[in-house]
Every structure is written in structure tokens, then in C-alpha cells.
Nanobody, 121 residues
């Protein structure tokens, strides 16, 4: 079994910064992809940023130039540095990872429990 544990959410004023972290633990052979999604009240969950091994990093247009996703492979951890936050960035942010639990197995998608980001104007 694999668990994703997020941290770093909270309340910040518009223009401020937050850094989210997510660490994967459990039976892990490899993690081909890790990233972040978010879901605001009344809206669908959307992809914010994603790192896929061997591919260009993905950023949603709405966060390009403000958010940076990075990863520490040794710690199975992905980060989301969020700068110049706007009220429209407020949402529950979810960590997402495709995890291969053993050689030869297809990666399975896992989700964190979510961390709330509130941006006051």
C-alpha cells in the first residue's frame, strides 16, 4: 500500500507565497509521475503542475510564472512553490502520484487527502 502525505497549506494574503510538500511512503519501486491538482468549491478538480519522468513539466496556464513544481527523488517528495498567490488560487490542493509498487507492474494512481489553501484579498 502507498500513502501520500501533504503539508504546507494554510491562509495567506494575496501576493504572498506558500510551499506545499507531499511525501509518498509504503511499497514503492518507482514513481514515474508526481504532481498537484486543485479543486475550488463548486468547480471540477484541475491539474496544476505535474512532473513526468522524461517529459516536459506541465503547468496550468493560470499558474505559469508563479508556481514551481519540483521533486526530491531520494525522499519520494514533490513540492509546489506558490508565489504571487491570487484569491482565485484558493482551493484544496491534492497531491497525485503514479506509483509502481514492484518491477513489472503497471503504475497505479494515488491521491493525497488534500490540503487547504486560502488566499485573502
Amino acid at each position: 500500500q502507498v500513502q501520500l502525505m501533504e503539508s504546507g497549506g494554510g491562509e495567506v494574503q494575496a501576493g504572498g507565497s506558500l510551499r506545499l510538500s507531499c511525501t509518498a511512503s509504503g511499497s514503492i519501486f518507482s514513481i514515474p509521475a508526481m504532481g498537484w491538482y486543485r479543486q475550488a468549491p463548486g468547480k471540477e478538480r484541475e491539474s496544476v503542475a505535474r512532473l513526468v519522468t522524461g517529459r516536459t513539466t506541465f503547468y496550468a496556464d493560470s499558474v505559469k510564472g508563479r508556481f514551481t513544481v519540483s521533486r526530491d527523488h531520494a525522499k519520494n517528495t514533490v513540492y509546489l512553490q506558490m508565489n504571487s498567490l491570487k484569491p482565485e488560487d484558493a482551493a484544496v490542493y491534492y497531491c497525485n502520484a503514479d506509483v509502481q509498487t514492484d518491477a513489472g507492474l503497471i503504475p497505479y494512481e494515488y491521491w493525497g487527502q488534500g490540503t487547504l489553501v486560502t488566499v485573502s484579498s
